[in-house]
């Protein structure tokens, strides 16, 4: 498993009336070929602006790269030209976008808005190109086609738009999938079908996936490893197995004790963390999250804290793990573990 | 889709006959009659009346009327000796239909290139001339600006004839004239629903595919932007082609303006009648043709219209 996207560094901010907006602050990860990769944070917290980024969809202006880079199979990405920019989307990273009912383009045929990312590349001719849309079509599990290649966006239900996306997506094979909250916008039993789908093709394809969502359900269920992400900044990272029951960081946590789960017990109650995200416009010199953490001590308010190394693969960005702070067991889903595995 | 020409057909007759039936009974309300003359002798009067039909009663001149323009005779002038009313709407409506159609394709074409130039450009140069134009389309009469291109281009630049309508040379003029305020109110729409499609996701998800600038802007940004200027093309149409009476007054065009005017003034009824009917008429079948049109470009209505 080769590393295919390296991030460093990242700063992205946006020069807007109100002042500039720090959207994203210093977030390093990487992706690995084949794994799908969760990042997960309330709205707000720069997970699309982070996503967007990865192939420049921000619009710059008014957004800029304050810092960073983005290595993509070793070529940078943040200094590219549209130009180079356009071999790039598409055909090495696909991007799948929250909002299938909007996301298409009311007044052309679904069949066309597959295939044109092949017609502006010159590739295939006519019957070719129908050809590649009905394969891909049927991949993405639109037994009929033919004749949906015809039809229009509007002619189509929300699940089967999000299908025609990711066909869009994939159709131009590459390497990453990038998907933004992909079934946000849908009811939970198709919510269920999308997810399945994903992760069918992306074993069928070995494509990297990176899956953004705020519903650590959907984490559970589909990830090999977690970013989560707070302020613009990744405050806790890992495998599945150390957010869910190794818990390092009280946001996690927090997250953790508002999601909602089939088996959830009656007497359970989901706890929304309480409180705000921080102003990006001026984020606070200490941890993003000190306002609303119900461990924040002195130094939380006055200094970043380091990310600190637990494991290979797990990290966290709070000041409990300092050596001289007082040990503490953050809540998190030991006892749950079947429910939300599940 | 046939199924909805049909029914728009079928609501056009019943507008047209609407309005028929309206015009009938208000020119007969308007004080005076056509044929109230100083040099009149009751006699004379009664015979002429007799001779139009206006002696029986109006319940029977209404369905005769009306016989007679499913028949598409609109019988004679009651001022122009021996015309007939078809014979004068032939006449003159060319013109003002030259007129009307110069204006709109002008208008329409110039107006589209307008808006989108200026939301390619937001914020530039040249969107601010765009933007000045419009200013000065919307807000400017279209008489007022008629009078100032005779006086610059006609009068004072000699390039354009000042009046009449012979040649192609004579239409400019006042096809800008009549169209100025369309192109104006369509470059300004255009402009805005650009710049709102432009925000659209469906655009970022054309990006995310890698396609270009270009293929973007004319592929799915100016071909959904283009919907909202064509619902108003409908009242626009119209706009115009009523609009051609005034213009045709100010380049001396022998159109229907003429007559129509001067047919009100003399209670003219059957010209009144017959130019109300016939423009109606015209309007609706503009209007009904641009709704299919609509209907052809936006496959959401095509479907639900079926
Ligand atoms: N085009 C933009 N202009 C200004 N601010 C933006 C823009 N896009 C995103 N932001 C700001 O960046 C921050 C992060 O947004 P986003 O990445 O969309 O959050 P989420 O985690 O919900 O996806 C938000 O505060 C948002 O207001
Ligand atoms: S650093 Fe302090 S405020 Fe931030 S999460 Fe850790 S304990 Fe809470
Ligand atoms: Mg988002």
Redo the contacts between chains.
Sequence with gaps: MGKILEVKDLSFSFCTYGGIVKAVRGVDFDVNEGEIVGIVGESGCGKSVTAQCL?R?NPEPPGFFENGSIQYKGTEIITMT?KE???????EI??I?Q?PM???????KIGK?IE??FV??NMYNKKELKEKALEILKLVGISDGERRYNQ?P??LSGGMKQRV?IA??LV?NPSIIIADEPTTSLDVTIEAQILDLLRDLQKKLNTSIILITHDLGVIAKMCDRVLVMYGGKIVERGMVDDIFYNTKHPYTSGLLGSIASLETEKDEELEPIEGTPPDLFSPPAGCPFAARCEYAMEICYQAMPPEYQLADNHTTMCWLQHEYAKAIDLPCKKKLKNEVMQ | MRKYIFKRVIISFVTIWVLATIVFILVRLMPGDPFSSDKMTPEIKANIESYYGFDKPLIEQYFTYMKNIVKGDFGYSMKYVNQSVNKIIADSFPYSFDLGMRALSLSISLGLVFGIIAALYRGKQLDYVCVIIAIIGTSVPDFIIGAMLQYFFGIKWGLFPVAQYQGIKHTILPSIALGFYTMAMVSRLMRASMLEVVQQDYIKTAKSKGISKFRITYKHQIRNAIMPVVTVLGPTVASVLTGTFVIESIYAIPGMGKYYVQSVQNLDYSLILGMTIFYGAFLVLANMIVDILYGVIDPRIRVSGR
Aim: no cysteine; proline share 3%.
């Design positions: 192939v969809l549209d920019m356009r071999k790039i989307r598409g055909v696909g991007f976008f909002d909007t996301s298409l383009n009311p007044t052309m808005q044109e990312i502006q590349r229009y509007h002619e996306m869009i997506a131009g």
